[in-house]
C-alpha cells in the first residue's frame, strides 16, 4: 500500500541542471522524513539528502552541500531533489525512501531508520 515512485532522472551534460520527483502515497506523508539516497557501481550506498515533512527541516551530504537542494510540496504529496553543477561523479541510481518514525538528526542517512523505498531512477552525467 505504501507505495514511493521517483522520476525525472536522465542524461545531463556536466555542469547543467535536472530535478527529481519522488511521488509518495498509502502514508501519512506530512508525518514522515523522506530522504534521497544514491548508488554507484564501485561506491558505496550513500545518503543525499533529507527533508522533514513536519517543519521542512533539511540536511545534506557534503558531498552536494551548496548544489542540491531538497524541497516538499505537500499539497501533491511530493519531495523535489534540486541538482545543479552536475559533475560525473553524480551518475548513479538515485533512490526516495521513507522515515515512518520522524527524523533522526545526526544519524538521518542511515539506512535502518527506512521502512519503505522506491525503484530508483538512473542518472547520468556526461563529460
Known amino acids: 500500500e505504501v507505495q514511493l515512485v521517483e522520476s525525472g532522472g536522465t542524461l545531463v551534460q556536466a555542469g547543467g541542471s535536472l530535478r527529481l520527483s519522488c511521488k509518495t502515497s498509502g502514508f501519512a506523508y506530512e508525518d514522515d522524513a523522506i530522504a534521497w539516497f544514491r548508488q554507484a557501481p564501485g561506491k558505496e550506498h550513500e545518503g543525499i539528502s533529507c527533508?522533514?515533512?513536519?517543519?521542512?527541516?533539511?540536511y545534506y551530504a557534503d558531498s552536494v552541500k551548496g548544489r542540491f537542494i531538497i524541497s516538499s510540496d505537500n499539497a501533491k504529496n511530493t519531495v523535489y531533489l534540486q541538482m545543479n553543477s552536475l559533475k560525473p561523479e553524480d551518475t548513479a541510481v538515485y533512490y526516495c525512501a521513507a522515515d515512518p518514525e520522524g527524523i533522526h538528526d545526526s544519524t538521518w542517512y542511515e539506512d535502518r531508520w527506512y521502512a519503505h523505498w522506491g525503484q530508483g531512477t538512473q542518472v547520468t552525467v556526461s563529460s
Open positions: 527533508i522533514r515533512s513536519s517543519d521542512g527541516s533539511t
